[in-house]
């Protein structure tokens, strides 16, 4: 993997809350705690995506002629069939 070496900067205040990170034995070095806020970051927008896509899918299937009766009985009823009831 390639990689980039960058340049930034960081209050006071930060910078200590980076080194307290460290001394608990999270991380080895700052750069390891800035890439897992990273992945972290990167892995929150992607499920903000995905819902974001279930919403407009949602949007875009109408309104539906069920009662809120029939369509909690149909997911009951997925979810016993998967195991999750």
Do not use: C, H, P
């Not at 070095?29 to 949602?58: C, F, H, P, V, W």
């Amino acid at each position: 993997m390639e990689t980039v070496r960058k340049t930034i900067t960081f209050t006071k205040k930060q910078d200590d809350w980076i080194k307290l990170q460290i001394e608990r034995g999270d991380f080895t070095n700052d750069s390891e705690y800035i890439r897992d806020l990273i992945r972290r970051d990167q892995a929150q927008r992607q499920k903000q995506l995905e819902l974001e896509r279930a919403i407009q899918e949602g949007i875009d299937s109408g309104v539906s002629d069920k009662s809120v009766f029939d369509i909690m009985n149909e997911v009951e009823k997925r979810m016993r069939a998967d195991g999750r009831l």
